[in-house]
């Protein structure tokens, strides 16, 4: 039994990756003992499953932040935040009222520029707790692909490595999100003929894309519950 709800939500995202791996896995084996006239005919199936792979893949992604969006808020309705242990990027996730109109150059915008500095100021009033009960969404789902910034936004906004880490365990498991973004785009508007850009990628490199991008999944949903945890009432 989980003991927060966005344990589930990170369970359910992570079955679906591993079927899509063993899936990967599986049909890569049968394609390296395939002589060529299996392959050849059987060239068209194996196209729409690698064009699959990555419309699915982003679609769990999707998925994943969309049921965050909604069941982190009631999780962090069971814990205590300290507003001076957090770092100045948790004010642009917890406070996204406050950066509204901001960006115009007009005279008229100056006085909402100012009201950002006091709100900065009183949010990091300390031994203040901040109070999650009227949070009922985190706003980092956009409607766009999945895309670094999303786990980067939940990250950084909740400061979920005190000591500063970053949510990317090496340089090639941010390059496979940015690369899972950019081919579903390609593939779902036709940017491209999808038939011809499913073969830019084998079965085996698939499986790659697909594995790191459970690990980003994995430590993301590992320091979630350790931060929940540490901040239980």
Not at 25 to 44: D, H
Not at 55 to 77: H, I, K
Not at 191 to 204: H, I, K, L, N
Not at 225 to 230: I, M, N, S
């Amino acid at each position: 039994m989980t003991k927060w709800q966005v344990e589930q939500v990170f369970l359910d995202c992570q079955e679906r990756l591993g079927w899509q791996l063993r899936h990967l896995q599986a049909r890569n084996r049968e394609w390296e003992k395939a002589k060529q006239p299996q392959k050849t005919a059987q060239a068209n199936q194996s196209r729409s499953e690698r064009a699959f792979t990555y419309v699915f893949l982003a679609g769990v992604l999707e998925d994943l932040f969309r049921s965050l969006d909604t069941d982190l808020p009631q999780d962090l309705n069971q814990v205590t935040v300290m507003r001076h242990n957090l770092r100045p990027q948790a004010m642009a996730l917890l406070v996204p009222q406050a950066w509204d109109s901001i960006s115009s150059d007009r005279v008229i915008r100056l006085a909402k520029r100012s009201a950002l500095i006091e709100t900065a100021n009183n949010f990091y009033q300390p031994q203040t707790p901040i109070d999650f009960s009227q949070m009922q969404h985190l706003g980092i789902t956009d409607g766009r692909t999945v895309n670094t910034q999303h786990f980067e936004a939940l990250w950084d906004g909740l400061c979920l490595d005190i000591s500063g880490g970053s949510i990317w365990e090496s340089p090639l498991h941010r390059q496979a999100i940015q690369t899972l973004a950019s081919k579903r785009n390609t593939i779902a508007h036709f940017e491209t003929d999808p038939r011809v850009e499913a073969f830019r990628s084998s079965y085996g490199e698939l499986a790659i894309l697909t594995e790191r991008i459970t690990a980003v999944a994995t430590r993301l949903q590992e320091h979630l519950v350790l931060w929940l945890d540490k901040h239980k009432i």
